[in-house]
């Protein structure tokens, strides 16, 4: 049973700053695609940030300039570093790895922002 370990989430006001991270298994964190995404109340999922083994990032539109996402090979985790914290960011932030093998989501971390 392939494990994600999100850390990281709570509860910041407008403006404020948080940091998430997701931890795995050095095997699988080699070759995936590390992404999260986050999911709000009667939303559907939706991509925030994705880095891939070799560094290429990509953003939603919504965060981009705002939050930056990173890795960390050594400690096979990846990091959402998440500043200008708007009410529109409130969700349910999960951790995502992916290959063409397979697609491995952690349990989530909620992130509430209050305006």
């Known amino acids: 049973q392939v494990q994600l370990v999100e850390s990281g989430g709570g509860l910041v006001q407008t403006g404020g700053s948080l940091r998430l991270s997701c931890a795995t298994s050095r095997t699988i964190f080699s070759i995936s695609a590390m992404g999260w995404y986050r999911q709000a109340p009667g939303e559907q999922r939706e991509l925030v940030a994705q880095i891939t083994s070799r560094d290429t990032t990509n953003y939603a539109d919504s965060v981009k300039g705002r939050f930056t996402i990173s890795r960390d090979n050594a400690k096979a985790t990846v990091y959402l570093q998440m500043n200008s914290l708007k009410p529109e960011d409130t969700a349910v932030y999960y951790c995502?790895?992916?290959?063409?093998?397979?697609?491995?989501w952690g349990q989530g971390t909620q992130v509430t922002v209050s305006s």
């Open positions: 995502n790895s992916a290959t063409p093998w397979w697609d491995f």
